[in-house]
């Protein structure tokens, strides 16, 4: 009941909401509760966000394979683009929805370097621009939400440099539309500087 009226609050005093969240997630966290991730996804959409990304952190992509029915349940209210060991299917209509399973910020700018060589590009046409073009996650989250108390990983470690970040004091199988709604309140709140 309490939480209800909070929600309430929280709804009300929305103004300014991010184009693109961005929620980090381990693999245990997908495995204690697999059907946040479309509950969160849900939550997105209603608000209005454009689009959301979640990553979750594994070594071992392997071990997720169970959880892909749930993932791929998004795909009924969204545009689910899923990023599963070398393959991508997309499915759906709708918001953009990415999911990436273990994927790698370092590792996908080591595969642009190894692109731009294999297309025979003059290293000193190398430059921002061009390094983006090559990227596999062409967006760039306004808000990324960690859940729980494990660090950031190097997933769009180029893309969110200028992304504002907020650490939520819950874990995710925990997570309630109340504390996304209070991550957004945070959002809302910063003077975005774009590094400057």
């Known amino acids: 009941m309490i ?14 909401l991010p184009e693109h969240v961005c929620f980090m997630i381990t693999e245990q966290d997908m495995l204690d509760a697999p059907g946040n991730l479309a509950l969160a996804a ?19 992509p392997a071990r997720l394979e ?7 349940e998004v795909a009924s209210i969204a545009r689910l683009t899923l990023h599963y060991r070398d393959e991508k299917e997309v499915s759906g209509e709708g918001m953009d929805v ?30 921002e621009d061009l390094l983006e073009s090559y990227l596999t996650f062409k967006y760039e989250p306004d ?19 200028y992304s504002e970040l907020f650490f939520l004091d819950v874990n995710w199988a925990l997570l309630r539309k109340v504390d996304f709604l209070r991550a957004l309140r945070d959002f809302q709140s910063r ?3 774009f590094g400057k």
Do not use: N
Not at 47 to 55: E, R, W, Y
Not at 146 to 155: I, V
């Open 42 to 60: 849900q939550w997105c959409r209603d608000l209005g966000i454009k689009s959301a990304t979640f990553h979750i952190s594994t070594a071992d």
């Open 191 to 193: 003077a975005r500087r």
């Open 98 to 127: 990415t999911v990436a399973i273990g994927k790698s910020g370092r590792e996908e700018i080591a595969g642009c370097v190894r692109r731009m060589a294999e297309d025979g590009v003059d290293p000193e046409s190398v430059d």
């Open 143 to 161: 808000l990324v939400i960690k859940t729980g108390g494990d660090h950031l990983t190097d997933f769009l470690i180029w893309q969110s440099v």
């Open 66 to 72: 169970r959880c892909l029915p749930r993932i791929r």
């Open 3 to 16: 939480y209800r009226f909070y929600e309430k609050i929280l709804l009300r005093d929305l103004r300014t």
